[in-house]
């Protein structure tokens, strides 16, 4: 960590929402959930600290938001937000995965080419003033005073306490890539690590093909389901996993997918996954992992003959932006008919027109 002096210390972890079916009335400030990196920025004069939401280190990665942060936040400050990359008027979050690169020369490339923007929604400490046990609408406040006069890309993030326009941002901001809305309560402390605050996102199924599976980190049980949808070229593309089971469960699932497993990947659809070129033509598993080089993500190929209806909240370009979940299997779905086009598509809204709200 750099060596910072502030009130309120690095690390530390953010405070988070647990998901609710509705936006609750009563009395609580209203904020899209924005789709990005979380982070709280940390700022004591020219040395500013990003932390991600596992306390790991951004600064390497944003440093045109480093940049950006030092002249847009005061002196001494420590402020919770998202780190989001505006393409066009939508976020683009496989643009912002793209931005976490060991190499020193491709991060410079990337923040000119990608350039990225803080989305500011908290303030935990000022000059020499802890503001953790200050009710929210007060940390609100006092957010709105210093950002005043921010310029993009430090922006801050719109809020209301009208419900029913939470209930219209839920169901037109999605057209914008945000990923529903989060309701705080306003005299609310900020809890660390706590699941203090509610959000509420978007709820649909699909029917999708399971071409393999992972093992789970634990051992000879089924870590998580690897799915695919149909692409209008024919190519099955890998669209992303099912993975939140019992552990009775997982062992249950080895039985029931044994007699798909194949050896022979001739014929796979993902059968070229080891190549990296075709890692770049299409969606396939197999990718090493932009978080955890080491981390396994070796799998068990299966004849794509199997169809799973999975619960998702929303698509992040071609692929589901979450872990989905398990709903049923399908017997009765033909794999061929798991295409795209059965995916709702949500109405496209002006990103601009949202965070031009905030001011």
């Known amino acids: 960590m750099v060596d910072v002096k502030l009130p309120v210390m690095p690390p530390l972890g953010p405070m988070l929402a647990k998901s609710v079916k509705s936006i609750p009335e009563g009395a609580f400030l209203y904020e899209p959930k924005w789709d990005g990196f979380r982070c709280i920025a940390f700022r004591d004069g020219a040395e500013v600290e990003l932390a991600s939401r596992g306390e790991r280190p951004l600064t390497r990665y944003f440093p045109e938001v480093v940049e950006a942060l030092r002249a847009s936040l005061p002196e001494r400050c420590v402020v919770d937000g998202e780190i989001v990359i505006v393409t066009g008027d939508r976020l683009d979050f496989e643009a912002l995965l793209q931005r976490i690169h060991p190499a020193a020369s491709r991060v410079t490339k990337l923040a000119g080419e990608t350039p990225a923007s803080f989305v500011a929604f908290d303030l935990l400490a000022v000059d020499d003033e802890s503001l953790m046990a200050a009710p929210f609408k007060d940390r609100r406040a006092r ?7 921010a310029q993009a890309p430090v922006l801050l993030t719109p809020a209301t306490d009208d419900s029913a326009v939470a209930q219209r941002w839920f169901e037109v901001f999605e057209g914008a890539g945000l990923d529903g809305v989060v309701a705080k309560p306003l005299d609310q402390p900020y809890q660390p690590d706590a699941r203090a605050m509610f959000k509420i996102k978007h709820e649909r199924t699909a029917d999708c093909v399971v071409a393999g599976y992972r093992w789970h980190k634990s051992g000879q049980v089924v870590g998580s389901l690897l799915l695919g949808l149909y692409a209008e070229d024919g190519s099955l593309q890998h669209v992303g996993v099912a993975a939140s089971f019992p552990m009775k469960r997982r062992a249950e699932l080895v039985e029931e997918l044994a007699p798909y497993a194949t050896t022979d990947l001739a014929d796979h659809p993902w059968g070229e996954w080891a190549q990296a070129e075709a890692h770049e033509q299409g969606r396939l598993p197999g990718a090493v992992s932009r978080w955890n080089a080491k981390k ?18 929303h698509m992040e370009g071609t692929r589901f932006r979450h872990t989905t979940q398990f ?3 399908r017997p009765d779905r033909e794999p061929r008919s798991c295409t795209y086009e059965q995916l709702d598509r949500p109405v496209r809204f002006d990103l601009a027109e949202i965070l031009s709200a905030g001011r």
């Open 327 to 329: 709903k049923r299997w």
């Open 143 to 149: 957010l709105e005073q210093i950002l005043g006069a």
């Open 296 to 313: 396994d993500l070796s799998w068990v190929p299966l004849r794509p003959d199997l169809v799973v209806e999975v619960g998702y909240d």
